[in-house]
């Protein structure tokens, strides 16, 4: 038999809201910078390896770093580097703020990195971002004691945190409830731990071979 035409119908026509286009529009500033931090930081290795860079970095040759309930509620990373100078401290987790480069041709020029492990300046800020509290101690050779900070999840240093703290040169960081901003992450990062330490270890077994004379 010959096909029929088919004669559309108000039910097969689609509305006009259904054919729409969303328009483009700016993402807002806080969720902007949590999807940034996330491509930086996405588990506990990414946190750990991150931080040890820093320390590593600052000439450490003694880093030491604990887990509280392997590292779900607290992530710590001490080292005896060099430490953060004073008028450096407010920019500890500023984004795009790093000692390392001062412009996009530094990143080429292997006098100007001075062999560095990170450049981006991005891993105090994505970790401050992304967690419910990140605190920084640090101590210079040029001070009698050092100086303890907590800082915001936009990266700016928190009003009245700043206290004088006994303590070695060289820096200690503090990253409490990881991921805590990212609910679905943090529920794995939780859910996962033995495996997230697994991977941790692993990461830095890596780190005690290509670093001799740092324990």
């Known amino acids: 038999s010959p ?8 039910r097969h026509i689609m509305s006009p809201s259904l054919l729409s286009i969303p328009a483009i529009r700016p993402i807002e500033e806080s969720s902007r910078q949590r999807i940034v931090a996330g491509q930086a930081i996405f588990d506990l290795a990414s946190a750990a390896k991150e931080l040890v860079d820093n320390s590593l970095d600052a000439g450490a ?4 770093i604990r887990l509280w309930n392997a590292g779900a509620e607290m992530l710590e990373v ?3 580097g060099a430490g953060v100078p004073p008028a450096s401290r407010p920019f500890l987790a500023a984004p795009h703020a790093t000692s390392k480069i001062t412009r996009f041709e530094d990143i080429y020029d292997p006098l100007s ?3 560095t492990l990170g450049f981006r300046g991005e891993a105090l800020f994505c970790l401050s971002n992304l967690s419910a509290n990140l605190v920084v101690s640090t101590r210079t050779a040029n001070e009698p004691v050092g ?3 907590e800082f915001q999840r936009n990266g700016a240093l928190k009003p009245d945190s700043v206290s004088s703290l006994p ?7 503090c990253v409490v409830r990881l991921l805590d901003a990212v609910p679905v992450r943090r529920a794995d990062l939780v859910r996962r731990s033995a ?4 991977k941790l270890q692993r990461i830095l ?3 005690a071979i290509f670093s001799p004379g740092v324990k």
């Open 3 to 10: 096909r029929r035409k088919f004669h559309p119908t108000k």
């Open 61 to 64: 040759k003694s880093i030491n």
């Open 78 to 80: 001490s080292d005896d």
């Open 113 to 115: 990195q001075n062999n």
């Open 147 to 149: 100086q303890k900070m």
């Open 167 to 173: 303590r070695k040169v060289g820096t200690t960081v």
């Open 195 to 198: 495996e997230q330490r697994r």
């Open 205 to 207: 077994e890596g780190y």
